[in-house]
């Protein structure tokens, strides 16, 4: 992936090797766990509407600055959970965090792309139900 450059939800999972010709594993999801490529993926919309967001998934995404993000994981990641303890401990497994962004859901009734910030790197938390994450983003 090349730092700044937008691609389809479709696009990404075919250059990451999750789709081909024969196989399309769908998700809803903004976080995706790929435990073979030991790689989360976040793919995260900046801007949510009631339209296109359920109360519980309007999540507060947002760049704090040029290198460092906020981002809120689902409501049922618990501090202790597996999910929660391998987004806080991926560098100490030797796994990476993939952030994509992208304005709006949609643009000009299609779905927007994401743009591909750059590995994130964890650096501390709030919360323990629905983690609020910081995380120091850097271009490969």
């Known amino acids: 992936m090349t730092p700044l450059t937008a691609y389809s939800r479709d696009q990404l999972m075919a250059g990451l090797g ?5 196989e399309n594993k769908a998700f809803r999801e903004g976080a995706k766990w790929l435990r073979h490529r030991q790689q989360d993926l976040f793919l995260i919309n900046l801007n949510k509407s009631e339209k296109d967001f359920s109360p519980s998934t309007m999540y507060d995404d947002y760049a704090i600055n040029s290198t460092l993000f906020h981002w809120q994981s689902q409501s049922t990641t618990g501090v202790e959970s597996p999910t929660g303890q391998r987004y806080i401990h991926h560098r100490m497994n030797n796994h990476k965090i993939l952030l994509f962004v992208r304005e709006y859901k949609n643009t000009k009734g299609f ?4 743009v591909y910030l750059g590995k994130a790197n964890y650096i501390r938390h709030e919360g323990s139900k629905r983690l609020t994450i910081f995380m120091l983003v850097q271009s490969d």
């Open 18 to 22: 999750e789709y081909n010709k024969t």
């Open 111 to 114: 779905p927007a792309p994401y």
